[in-house]
């Protein structure tokens, strides 16, 4: 049910900062829980940052922690993730996805969008 779009990413120097942004379809948005997740090349998709519903929790991959805010505007069925004090291995593709409930685990994400590229240059 849930479609989401993915936007804002590009090409940043280390310590620069980008936000991407998360565009959903569909009215059940704010009943999911709303995730990141980054891949590069050759590696496993892993775990970034997770929103609840409403807003109130949070979490955090420990490599971002810090540097990461993920943050929502139900209003406007979008996701944001702004990411300060970029690092070249931040490098990758990440993805939106949406799930029943906080976790850390892709395995829990029902619906995904299809990736934006962040590359991050010494």
């Known amino acids: 049910q849930v479609q989401l779009v993915e936007s804002g990413g590009g090409l940043v120097q280390a310590g620069g900062s980008l936000r991407l942004s998360c565009a959903a379809s569909?009215?059940?948005?704010?009943?999911?829980?709303m995730g990141w997740f980054r891949q590069a090349p050759g590696k496993e998709r892993e775990f970034v940052a997770v929103?609840?519903?409403?807003?109130?929790?949070?979490d955090y991959a420990d490599s971002v922690k810090g540097r990461f805010t993920i943050s929502r505007d139900n209003a406007k069925n979008t996701v944001y993730l702004q990411m300060n004090s970029l690092k070249p291995e931040d490098t990758a593709v990440y993805y939106c996805?949406?799930?029943?409930?906080?976790?850390?685990?892709?395995?829990?994400?029902?619906?995904w969008g299809q990736g934006t590229q962040v590359t991050v240059s010494s």
């Open positions: 996805a949406a799930a029943g409930y906080n976790s850390r685990s892709l395995f829990s994400y029902k619906y």
């Open positions: 569909g009215r059940t948005f704010s009943t999911y829980a």
């Open positions: 929103i609840s519903r409403s807003g109130a929790s949070t």
